[in-house]
């Protein structure tokens, strides 16, 4: 089954402000797969509550449950864009100057893996780095927003690990390889709503040991800012995803290491790494 994308009809110049975002608030939203179909969903606990309809379209619940322990989960949603911030934490500049406004880059959706899917390295790769971070979920279409308004656009938050190659990100006149290869975009396990995006506590840890711990109230450019910025260049959609950037210092990782990303409210993002060319 395929899972319908609603986009709201464009307007001039600004935004739809006056259709409240359809999402329950406080719920865990997932995307999954159970009997050879896929849908949305309401995770509570241990149970999966399907959803009838788009994700953005006011989906009702079908009555249907199915236990998690049944279900694969999928990345929770399909974006046409991924834009991600980086250098967005004091701790993770070093003696770097903050720049007057975001520095984004971009990711493709073929980056994304969900929970339990395995990272890989791409030919060549040997300095392949986690960055944990908080990500926004957008769900209402936003162009050329301001501060004021920005988070009117958030669905919700989930987790995302911005996989580097540092030798590639150092070495490359652009970030493609060393930011959008293939499987370099974990991003899940579900999409909550109802949070304040600018104080959660996000970890990231590495076969078990804590390797990043900072809240989101410590990035420089906050969730309104950065949303405001890009839509001020790019037209954000329903569905598209901002990685807001990582804290502290990242290191590299090896095939067999476990990488868990969590996002206070949220859950664990789990990948394993596979090394090269075993996807």
Do not use: C
């Not at 911030?85 to 994304?112: A, C, M, Q």
């Not at 370099?184 to 959660?200: E, M, S, V």
């Not at 309104?224 to 260049?233: D, E, G």
């Amino acid at each position: 089954m395929t899972i319908p994308r609603i986009v709201a009809s464009a307007v001039v110049g600004a935004v739809l402000a006056a259709t409240p975002l359809p999402a329950q608030e406080g719920a865990k939203y997932v995307r999954y797969a159970y009997a050879g179909a896929e849908a949305y969903g309401i995770l509570e606990g241990d149970q999966i509550h399907e959803l009838r309809g788009g994700l953005f379209d006011a989906p009702d619940r079908t009555g249907r449950t199915i236990a998690l322990a049944d279900a694969t989960l999928l990345i929770p949603v399909e974006p046409s864009k991924i834009i991600a911030v980086g250098f967005n934490y004091r701790s993770h500049l070093g003696d770097r100057e903050p720049d007057p406004y975001p520095g984004l880059f971009i990711k493709y959706p073929t980056s994304l893996i969900a929970t339990g899917e395995s990272i890989v390295f791409p030919p060549g790769a040997g300095n392949v780095h986690y960055e944990g971070e908080m990500v926004l979920v957008i769900g209402r279409r936003a162009r050329h927003v301001s501060r004021e308004a920005a988070l009117d656009h958030v669905f919700g938050v989930t987790a995302g690990n911005d996989v580097s190659e540092r030798d590639w990100q150092a070495g490359d006149l652009q970030w493609f390889r060393a930011k959008a290869s293939d499987t370099f975009g974990p991003l899940g396990p579900a999409i909550t709503t109802g949070l304040n995006p600018d104080d959660l506590l996000l970890q990231t840890r590495l076969n078990g040991e804590v390797r990043q711990s900072q809240r989101t109230s410590d990035l420089f450019f906050n969730s309104a800012a950065i949303i405001s910025y890009v839509s001020q260049f790019v037209t954000l959609e329903p569905g598209d995803v901002i990685y807001t950037g990582t804290p502290g210092e990242t290191r590299a990782m090896q095939p067999g290491d476990v990488v868990e990303i969590e996002l206070e409210g949220v859950g664990v993002l789990r990948n394993t790494v596979a090394g090269a060319g075993t996807r």
